[in-house]
């Protein structure tokens, strides 16, 4: 029997929504290779379980993402919601280089290059990938609400602010979700950017609440298990001498899962959902998989409630980390606080 997860808000008037969403990143970037008909299955197995909530971004797989949602966005349009992101390019000579634009000229081209992709005519959420703080964020947001009054977008979204930024943003136009990391490996947002949500009804969005994978136990070295093309081989945290410190963390987790007859993902998962109810806002993650038997039993987290014994128990992990989320931080809301 299929048992479909409950719901939450976008936002104070944002869409409703499975209170999980789907990450497509890795069905077309960043992961190694994928089974695309096993990801389309995906996609369908995610919208039966109550999973209405898609993110994509125009630069995973450059465009090849969006491309690849196209159909399943096509069967399902009055069914989902989908977000896609604008601002963040990648050099195809030099894969691990980011550069990013906030410029007008740049976001209008971006938002009709997706809507293309997409081969839709509107965008429920559109965010900002990152932002370039040469551009204030007051000018970048009043060039997105724009797109709402076109009638290309319904709602917008931040990547990677600080709760000031939050602030300044929703002053311009309002906002209905921050997405950023959040893990039992990362918590900083909950310093600043958390606070300020909450305050504004803005939804948080978690993404990599699995830590890329690491949190589930599926691999432990980076360099040693991965793919040589594999985005996480570019991480600190999974690699070398941090990822061994790293893996030690998961040992309350796996007591906690032990106690729930749970796996290792799901406690990680029913931590980040709880976070909503700790911290006063709704919090939709967005967990990634290209594998139906993956998004059940993300899915079937949504149903484990931890005790706060077993809270205090996981608080410690995120401060015993070694070794940064990027390489390079510059451009995340922790590099700027």
């Not at 030690?248 to 906690?256: C, E, F, N, Q, W």
């Not at 799901?266 to 911290?279: D, K, M, P, S, T």
Request: include cysteine; charge should be negative.
């Amino acid at each position: 029997m299929t048992q479909n997860i409950t719901t939450a808000r976008l936002g104070n008037d944002g869409p409703e929504v499975g209170v999980q969403g789907l990450g497509c990143m890795g069905m077309s970037f960043a992961y190694g290779p994928t089974d695309a008909d096993e990801a389309r299955a995906t996609l369908d197995r995610a919208l039966e379980l109550g999973v209405t909530f898609y993110d994509t971004a125009d630069v995973y797989g450059m465009g090849e993402n969006e491309k690849f949602l196209a159909p399943f966005l096509k069967a399902h349009r009055d069914e989902i919601v989908l977000a896609t992101k604008f601002a963040l390019t990648i050099d195809p000579a030099e894969p691990t280089k980011r550069r990013i634009d906030n410029s007008p000229d740049y976001i209008r081209a971006s938002v009709d290059a997706s809507l293309r992709r997409l081969g839709t005519d509107v965008i429920d959420l559109y965010y900002m990938h990152r932002r370039d703080p040469q551009v204030p964020i007051e000018e970048t947001v009043g060039v997105m609400a724009e797109l709402v009054t076109a009638g290309k977008v319904k709602h917008l979204g931040l990547s990677e602010v600080t709760g000031p930024e939050l602030r300044a943003a929703h002053a311009v136009h309002p906002i209905a979700a921050v997405q950023s990391e959040w893990s039992l490996f990362s918590r900083d947002i909950e310093k600043g950017v958390v606070p300020a949500a909450a305050s504004l009804g803005v939804a948080l969005v978690p993404y990599s609440p699995l830590g890329r994978g690491f949190l589930t136990g599926a691999f432990v070295n980076a360099d040693k298990e991965l793919d040589q093309g594999d985005f996480r081989r570019q991480q600190p945290r999974f690699t070398g001498d941090n990822a061994a410190a790293n893996a030690a963390l998961l040992d309350p987790v796996r007591t906690v899962a032990d106690a729930h007859g749970a796996s290792l993902g799901q406690v990680a998962l029913a931590w980040v959902q709880q976070q909503g109810a700790v911290h006063g806002l709704p919090v939709i993650p967005i967990p990634g998989t290209r594998k139906r038997t993956r998004v059940e039993e993300n899915t079937a987290a949504t149903r484990i409630t931890l005790t706060e014994d077993e809270l205090a128990l996981l608080s410690p992990i995120a401060a015993a980390v070694a070794g940064d989320r990027y390489a390079d931080m510059t451009y995340t809301s922790a590099g700027r606080e």
